[in-house]
């Protein structure tokens, strides 16, 4: 079985300060890895995927993750955020072959002037 | 420009009652997918399917149901329903792959049980 862990439930951040937004995940097969953000009162909407090839991707709004499988991480990050990057966060994982997606429990970021 | 609704957004009901949530997607895919958000246990799936005719039960399934007529529709139905059910549901899809297309969400529908 499928399993992701957001350790952080919630991470404050002043604005323009860089943050990392942790993501472990546990699979016996190869996996693809997503990270979707949530702003308030909305639905999910996609930030990057990891699916192969190179493990440092790059996303939209200048998020960045980076996949290491021997540490099975995803762990997000961005090195200078805005007040608009407040939102919920949340890591995904599945497998080749499956077309379901396993979720963690989310990070709330918080940032502030 | 294609895109999911879901209906209504918001909605309070009584313990008991039977309650249908709408979701329609014009993306025409193949895949669709019902979750519950609640705080501290992030998305969790109920139901979902693969195509029409098409319905599979996930790890929340109690208590609801689906069914797939078309492409474009998945209603999530609450049979009875309960105060535990009270949460904010959204649906999504995505098109048929081996696991690597993204998911497009709903805005969702805040479900009181009253």
């Known amino acids: 079985a499928q399993s992701v862990t957001q350790l952080d439930s919630q991470v404050p951040v002043f604005e323009e300060a860089p943050v990392e937004l942790r993501c472990n995940y546990s699979?016996?097969?190869?996996?693809?890895l997503f990270w979707y953000v949530q702003y308030p009162n909305q639905g999910l909407q996609l930030l990057l995927k990891?699916?192969?090839?190179?493990?440092l991707v790059k996303g939209i709004n200048g998020f960045e993750a980076e996949f290491n499988k021997s540490q099975t991480s995803f762990h997000l990050r961005k090195p200078s955020v805005h007040i608009s990057d407040t939102a919920e966060y949340f890591c995904a994982v599945t497998s080749w072959g499956f077309q379901k997606l396993v979720f963690g429990t989310g990070t709330r970021l918080l940032v502030s002037p | 420009d294609a895109e999911i609704t879901q209906s209504p957004r918001h909605k309070i009901t009584e313990t008991g009652r039977q309650v249908t949530l709408a979701c329609h997607q014009t993306?025409?895919?193949?895949?669709m997918f019902w979750y519950r958000q609640d705080l501290g246990h992030g998305l969790r799936l109920i139901h979902y399917s693969y195509g029409v005719q098409d319905t599979n039960k996930g790890e929340v399934s109690d208590g609801y149901s689906v069914s797939r007529s078309n492409t474009e529709d998945l209603p999530l139905t609450l049979e009875s329903a309960a105060s535990s059910q009270t949460s904010v549901y959204f649906c999504a899809s995505s098109a048929e792959s081996s696991g690597s297309n993204e998911q497009y969400f709903g805005p969702g529908t805040r479900l009181t049980v009253t």
């Open positions: 993306w025409n895919h193949n895949n």
């Open positions: 699979s016996s097969v190869s996996v693809y």
């Open positions: 990891y699916l192969s090839g190179s493990t």
